[in-house]
């Protein structure tokens, strides 16, 4: 063999080496990742002890190998500390925030070599909701000094230093009631109770726009025409109009959706005068209209439910979810929406993006749809969790089981009928059991 061949012979082995290594060192990163990162990082969905449960509805199977490390909680900043937990003494709670290490076993199952339990921790909340109850406080508290109030589906508690604006005509902590606003900012504690160190509150009014737009929109979603057809240049220009949708025909349906609805009314909303103002005449409606998913709900109480998602829910307490977040809508004066197309009606609120809309105050006046921006897609999701943790707050009160509310929109996520076992979870039902652990949780 001559020079030459011994040369090129050499070069291959070596570069032949050098891409080995170079393999090898690139793999090293994506080796460290698979043993120090979790596997799984979510919310426990189901809970199955002693040997499996579920985290955002895969299945974690559990043994007596499995190492079950709980998080301190920390005094001060600095690194977290762990101390291992007994399988016998774990009690998981639907919601609780977890990270999970181990190996796929079959299809949305896991095999847990390590499961970190996170520690509940104090944390800033602020908003602005209507006040839907009164609550009790501990039988030690001053009844001049503090209060204790339910708004924006927090248990909100106002002590006698917190920081209080009232607009005019409220003047004082005497008029801190039902049916009125609030804007706070406190922290919510591990037990779930926010301690407000800023509140102020203001009158609950209707103002003139709203007053047309109820009267604009009140009609007999039972006496539409089924042959009544929206023409095609009107949906160009106007968008859709839900008050050209035929109702849908099944009285048992219909009573069953009157029932639960009804239920799900806030007290103090039932016991107003039909002279006060701020009353909602709420309705709900059977409807034919098989491309929307979700309900509609119209400024003067109406909520126009579409049958076909009547039929997808599998209880009575998924169908109030669907119903209470539409109550919550209106009680909360959210912007109500109108999609601008067929199409919008398709994607429908189901989805975790905003879809193009027109106002229903400027219906009359948009000759087309206004897109949604970065700036609107915020409010969006803002809203949206709003009436998420309104709509828990509903449900409790009314008796229905408030751990289906992200079952519900979990089945809702998908454009056809789907067992959630075989559908990824939402971020919608990810934000409520996170919110039914923070809040609601038994451990609270």
């Known amino acids: 063999m001559d020079g030459n061949c011994r040369s090129g012979l050499l070069w291959r082995q070596m570069r032949s080496l050098l891409l080995t290594g170079l393999f090898f060192l690139s793999s090293l990163p994506s080796l460290c990742q698979s043993s120090t990162s979790p596997t799984i990082v979510g919310y426990v969905t189901q809970v199955a002890l002693p040997s499996s449960f579920d985290v955002n509805g895969q299945r974690i199977l559990i043994d007596s190998k499995t190492v079950i490390s709980v998080e301190q909680?920390?005094?001060?900043?600095?690194?977290?500390?762990?101390?291992?937990?007994?399988?016998?003494?774990?009690?998981l709670y639907l919601g609780e925030p977890l990270d999970v290490y181990g190996e796929p076993k079959g299809k949305n199952s896991f095999t847990a070599s390590r499961v970190l339990l996170h520690a509940r921790t104090a944390r800033e909340v602020s908003g602005t909701a209507i006040i839907d109850t009164i609550l009790t406080t501990s039988p030690s508290a001053s009844v001049s000094s503090e209060r204790f109030v339910r708004a924006d589906g927090y248990s909100i508690l106002l002590p006698a230093n917190v920081e209080s604006k009232f607009q005019t005509p409220l003047s004082s902590v005497s008029d801190i009631r039902v049916n009125v606003w609030i804007k706070f900012h406190g922290t919510q504690?591990?037990?779930?109770?926010?301690?407000?160190?800023?509140?102020?509150?203001?009158?609950?009014?209707?103002?003139?726009?709203?007053d047309k737009s109820r009267e604009k929109f009140e009609y007999d979603p039972t006496a539409v025409d089924p042959e009544s057809q929206e023409g095609f240049i009107e949906r160009a220009f106007r968008g859709i109009d839900p008050r050209k949708f035929p109702p849908h025909k099944d009285p048992a349906m219909q009573a069953r959706i009157e029932t639960i609805g009804a239920k799900l009314v806030p007290r103090y909303q039932v016991a107003f005068p039909y002279t006060e103002e701020t009353r909602i005449d709420f309705r709900f409606y059977l409807l034919e209209a098989p491309k929307w998913r979700d309900a509609m709900p119209l400024p003067n109480g109406i909520i126009l439910v579409p049958s076909h998602l009547v039929e997808r829910m599998q209880n009575d307490s998924q169908l109030a979810?669907?119903?209470?977040?539409?109550?919550?809508?209106?009680?909360?004066?959210?912007?109500?929406?109108?999609?601008?197309?067929?199409?919008?009606?398709?994607?429908?609120?189901?989805?975790?993006?905003?879809?193009?809309?027109?106002?229903?105050?400027?219906?009359a006046a948009t000759a087309a749809a206004i897109p949604v921006?970065?700036?609107?897609?915020?409010?969006?999701h803002r809203n949206q969790e709003q009436r998420d943790r309104v709509s828990i707050a509903l449900l409790h009160d009314a008796g229905y089981d408030i751990t289906q509310a992200p079952v519900a929109w979990w089945l809702l996520s998908t454009r056809k009928p789907k067992d959630i076992a075989n559908s990824r979870m939402p971020q919608r039902a990810a934000y409520l059991y996170q919110f039914l652990g923070e809040t609601w949780s038994p451990e609270n």
Do not use: C, M
């Open 189 to 210: 504690r591990p037990d779930g109770v926010v301690v407000a160190d800023k509140a102020s509150f203001s009158k609950n009014v209707t103002s003139p726009s709203l």
């Open 73 to 91: 909680p920390q005094l001060q900043h600095g690194n977290p500390t762990y101390n291992s937990l007994p399988l016998s003494r774990v009690k």
């Open 321 to 363: 979810a669907l119903l209470a977040d539409k109550i919550a809508w209106l009680l909360e004066k959210q912007p109500i929406i109108l999609p601008a197309s067929n199409g919008d009606l398709a994607k429908g609120a189901a989805v975790d993006t905003a879809v193009a809309v027109v106002p229903f105050a400027a219906l």
């Open 373 to 380: 921006g970065i700036s609107a897609n915020n409010q969006f």
